[in-house]
């Protein structure tokens, strides 16, 4: 299952801009060999004004806004002060306000996958249900990402896969309704990679679906999360291990001492480092091997 975290942490690395309380230019990377208390850092809760503390995903729009996605909402933050929109103020989360996944598309539109309001989209100022077709509208979204094209993918609890395109939604039967999505990731090549509880699925432009699990080499068959690293490979996640997929074969991470590791995130900087987020394992950072 995603992971949750129990309050929110921003390491602020740069001063805040004028305009919206947040920073502008680009981050300057952390020193791993300091501990997170050498560093300046803020820590958010309940107390201090998100409407809940588990946080569930992060992520910022080309205005400078950090959006949070929380159990009792999402929150429009500025660096200083909190805007909050669920059930009581926003119509579009009347059947419930309860956040999953994130994500800012090419456009800077940003996408909220729910519990009970299913796909909401927000921009010019506006939240709007993405309703149609039905099943997604009462969908548990679970994973959101973008493909080089544009195209918006929506993975599901046990609702499906959705491509999203010009703002209509239609359902992907190259999945089984009945799967629990954990991940989704496209590659330059136009290949979609569907993380499950149940393996990872290949989905290519053409040809039939391909599952890839234990017997092809995968840890485990719960797929957790997917990530490329400055390569070009795919890094898989699982609950009992890492892997890599090269050339359309799994092969054990490099350094060899990641294949025990399970993460929930992947993040690969602009100096080619590959920044993963463990569970239980604190951050880890890959580079040069």
Do not use: C
């Not at 009792?72 to 002060?81: H, T």
């Not at 997917?226 to 070009?232: E, I, R, S, T, Y």
Request: aromatic share 8%; glycine share 14%.
């Amino acid at each position: 299952m995603r992971p949750v975290v129990q309050f929110l942490l921003i390491v602020l690395l740069a001063a805040p801009s004028s305009q919206t309380g947040w920073a502008q230019s680009a981050p300057t990377g952390l020193d791993p060999g300091k501990a997170l208390t050498q560093h300046m850092h803020t820590v958010w809760n309940d107390d201090d004004g998100l409407p809940h503390s588990t946080v569930n995903a992060v992520a910022q729009t080309p205005d400078g806004y950090l959006w949070v996605g929380t159990d009792g909402g999402v929150v429009r933050f500025n660096g200083a002060a909190f805007d909050v929109y669920d059930r009581s103020n926003t119509e579009a989360f009347a059947d419930g306000h309860t956040v999953r996944t994130l994500l800012v598309d090419e456009n800077g539109q940003l996408w909220i996958g729910t519990t009970g309001a299913g796909l909401v989209q927000y921009a010019d100022g506006r939240f709007t249900e993405v309703g149609t077709p039905a099943a997604l509208d009462r969908a548990q979204g679970s994973a959101l990402h973008e493909d080089p094209d544009g195209t918006l993918w929506v993975g599901t609890f046990e609702d499906g896969l959705f491509q999203v395109q010009d703002g209509r939604a239609r359902l992907v039967d190259r999945v089984p309704t009945n799967t629990l999505i954990t991940a989704l990731h496209a590659d330059p090549s136009g290949t979609l990679w569907v993380g499950t509880a149940e393996g990872l699925y290949r989905l290519d432009k053409d040809g039939p679906p391909r599952v890839v699990g234990p017997d092809d080499g995968l840890p485990g068959p719960f797929v957790v999360a997917l990530g490329h690293g400055a390569d070009g490979h795919l890094w898989v996640s699982t609950r009992d291990g890492l892997a890599r997929l090269v050339d359309g074969a799994v092969q054990p991470p490099r350094p060899a001492a990641l294949a025990s590791v399970s993460a929930f995130a992947f993040w690969t900087s602009e100096s080619g480092s590959l920044w993963i987020g463990t569970d239980g394992r604190g951050l880890m950072r890959v580079r040069d091997g």
